[in-house]
C-alpha cells in the first residue's frame, strides 16, 4: 500500500480534527525567526517601567522585600475589554440575538524586566508570576458576576502584543467561553463512558509512550498534544487530577513554575525567540462538583503558522511538522 502524504488525528477531548501533513514536512530549524527582526521598544516609551500607584498587588521574589524590590505587579488594564458598571447575568433578546452587558474584570500582570521573557527567567522568578495568578484568579472569583477566568500570555506582535515589555493578562467575563464549554464538554462525555478523566489518562499514556514528552518533573508533564494544531504546540499539565488551577499548592506551583520555564525556554533557544500565546484552561468559577472530570492544564502556541481559507473555513487546521518531530527537537534541547 502506498504511504499517505498526510494523517487526519483526532483530538480526544474536543474532537477536532487536525492535518498532519508531513508530505509538506519541514525540519524542526526551519520553524526559527533568525530573518524576522524581534520586536523590543525602547525604554523610554514603555508604560510597564515603573511601579504604578493604582497596583492591585505588588510581589518580590522570595526573601526581598520593599517595594524597591517589586518583581511582579498587577494592575488593571488601561483599555479593558470588560469592565464595572451594566448589569450581569442579564441576558437580552436583540431581535433574534442574544446580548448582556461586558461585565467584568481586565488585569495585566507585569514583570520587572523590560526584555527578559519568561524563558529567560529563573523558576523562582516565574513562580512569583504564577503566585500572581492564583492570588488574583482567588479575588476575582468572589465577584458575583464571574462565570469564568481566562489568563493568558502573549509574546510577540504575531501573538498580539501591542507592548513588548513582558506582560500577561488576566480577563473575568460574565459567561463561559466556548472552547472551554466543548473542552468540559469533551471530558465530561468520555468520564461518562470510562469513569476516568480523559486528560489523566492521556498523561498516563504520554509519560508511558515518551514519544511526545518535551520536559517533566515529579509533578508535572509536558507534551506535544498528539492532535497538535499547529507546529511545536505543547501542554503542561499537573500528573495528578484536579479541575481547578487556583487550588495549586506552594509546592505544586513551583514544580509548575519549572515546567513552564523549560517549555518557554526550549522554544526561545529551539526556534529562536518565537512568538507564541499561552493560556490556563481550568474549571469555571462555581460549584466544585459539577466539573469534577476536568483537569487543568497550561496550553502554549507558537506562531509557527497562520490560519488560511482552510482552517478558518473547517476548523482543521494543518500542521506541517509531526508532534513527534517537534518533541523529539524540544526534548534534547539543554535548558
Ligand atoms: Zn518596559
Ligand atoms: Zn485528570
Not at 121 to 135: G, H, N, S, W
Not at 194 to 214: A, D, F, G, Y
Not at 309 to 330: D, K, R
Request: aromatic share 12%.
Amino acid at each position: 500500500m502506498m504511504k499517505s502524504i498526510s494523517e487526519l488525528r483526532q483530538d480526544l477531548v474536543s474532537g477536532d480534527w487536525v492535518v498532519i501533513a508531513t508530505g509538506r514536512a519541514k525540519r524542526p530549524h526551519e520553524f526559527s525567526k533568525t530573518k524576522r527582526p524581534s520586536f523590543v521598544q525602547p525604554k523610554k516609551l514603555c508604560p510597564f517601567e515603573t511601579l504604578h500607584n493604582d497596583a492591585v498587588s505588588v510581589y518580590a521574589i522570595d526573601g526581598e522585600r520593599g517595594k524597591e524590590n517589586w518583581w511582579v505587579e498587577v494592575i488593571p488594564n488601561k483599555y479593558p475589554a470588560f469592565g464595572k458598571g451594566g448589569v450581569c447575568a442579564v441576558f437580552h433578546n436583540a431581535g433574534p440575538y442574544q446580548r448582556t452587558d461586558g461585565v467584568g474584570f481586565h488585569e495585566v500582570v507585569v514583570t520587572r524586566d523590560h526584555e527578559r521573557s519568561i524563558g529567560r527567567m529563573t523558576k523562582e522568578e516565574v513562580e512569583v508570576i504564577l503566585r500572581a495568578y492564583q492570588d488574583r484568579y482567588f479575588a476575582l472569583k468572589n465577584d458575583a458576576c464571574v462565570e469564568y477566568i481566562s489568563v493568558f500570555h502573549n509574546h510577540g506582535v504575531l501573538a498580539g502584543a501591542s507592548i513588548s515589555h513582558p506582560h500577561s493578562q488576566i480577563i473575568a467575563i460574565p459567561v463561559v467561553p466556548p472552547d472551554i464549554q466543548r473542552s468540559l464538554e469533551g471530558s465530561a462525555r468520555y468520564f461518562h463512558k470510562h469513569q476516568t478523566c480523559v486528560h489523566c489518562e492521556m498523561v498516563r499514556h504520554e509519560i508511558k509512550e515518551k514519544k511526545r514528552v518535551i520536559y517533566e518533573n515529579d509533578v508535572f508533564a509536558v507534551f506535544a498534544p498528539y492532535a497538535s494544531k499547529i507546529a511545536f504546540e505543547m501542554r503542561v499539565f499537573p500528573k495528578f487530577h484536579s479541575p481547578h488551577f487556583e487550588e495549586m499548592s506552594s509546592r505544586d506551583r513551583e514544580a509548575c513554575a519549572d515546567a513552564l520555564r523549560a517549555a518557554l525556554a526550549k522554544l526561545y533557544k529551539g526556534l529562536k525567540n518565537p512568538d507564541f500565546n499561552f493560556f490556563i484552561h481550568t474549571a469555571p468559577v462555581g460549584e466544585s462538583k459539577e466539573f469534577r472530570h476536568y483537569h487543568w492544564h497550561l496550553e502554549i502556541i507558537p506562531k509557527t503558522g497562520i490560519w488560511a481559507g482552510f482552517e478558518i473555513g473547517t476548523g482543521i487546521e494543518i500542521s506541517v511538522i509531526a508532534p513527534e518531530t517537534a518533541a523529539a527537537f524540544l526534548r534534547k534541547i539543554k535548558v
